[in-house]
């Protein structure tokens, strides 16, 4: 690699230089013609030669180790351009100077640019939030109303409000994982608590759907975010029920800390499997139910890429989907 970074380095400047090789090569002819038009010594006419020639490589020697050294120099920085806190380089030429002064300029319209941008977020995301805790009381209002009195067609109507109620959830999710600033807290939670609270969140739902739950209590113990995990779960849940029609939804640790949440749902189609965690993805089921927004296993995904967990589905169609979380860590032993 280093022998090519070599081999590249020396053409470009072969060829950077060319006209100046050219013009040497021409000036040696012109002088050869001229030192033979006047009939002087061949060894005088060598000598004289070979001390140019010798000048000429020492310079050539050290011009390309500048030349060299500049360029590392530059392709290091390129290396760590977000983070380059020292001044570019002296320029070496006029056109250098010029590229400099470009860079400069750019960078701060760049930085202008990025400055508004991140006002324009940070105005959306307060809106937003104000917006989702406001929906939040009359979302509160209707519950209470709707909890009055026990009817099937309440009954619906509160299985909707709670899908309204998530679909509001997941604006601030969506909007909190694009955004720069950290809302992570790591550390060590029972597994067995997490899971717990988004089954008991969505126990009506398997009511009302007659689905049966399997889930065998465990003692793991994993690094994490709670609050994070525990949005992940909810979206895995929330599609377990959503596309299961009859059958059962399985919950289980296994001992690499592998969470699997396994439905006999109607399945993923092949074509689709690759693409489920793309943004905007709903794939077949998706335009089936014409309400899925193929927001929730994106948000999945970016969050489990957040707390460096794994997620993963396998499906067969007609016979349902298993979506795979690992949380596993490496544990870290100070000596």
Known sequence: MEKKQSTHILSAYVWQYRYTFCMFAAYMVILAVVFSLYTLETEAVAYAAGLCGIATVVVLAVHYGVYRDRHLKRRRMLKNIRILDEPLPAPGTLAEAD???MVAALRQACDAELTQWQKQRQEQVD???AWVHQIKTPIAVMRMILQQE???EHR????????VEQYVEMVLSYLRLGS?????????????DLIRQAIH????QFVRRRIRLIYEPTEEMVLTDEKWLSFMIEQVLSNAVKYTKKGEV?????????LKIADTGIGIAPEDLPRIFEKGFTGYNGRADKKSTGLGLYLCRMAAE????????????????????????DKLELM
């Open 150 to 152: 026990d009817t099937a």
């Open 306 to 329: 957040r707390l460096s967990h794994r997620i993963w589905a396998e499906s067969e169609v007609g016979k349902g989907t298993v979506i795979s979380i690992c949380l596993h860590t």
């Open 201 to 204: 969140k969505y126990a009506p």
């Open 250 to 258: 399985q919950i289980t640790v296994t001992n690499e800390q592998v």
């Open 180 to 192: 720069t600033s950290s809302d992570f807290v790591f550390q060590e939670y029972r597994l067995d």
């Open 99 to 101: 590229y400099q002064e």
């Open 156 to 163: 619906e109507l509160l299985a909707e409000l709670f899908r």
């Open 127 to 129: 809106y937003y939030t």
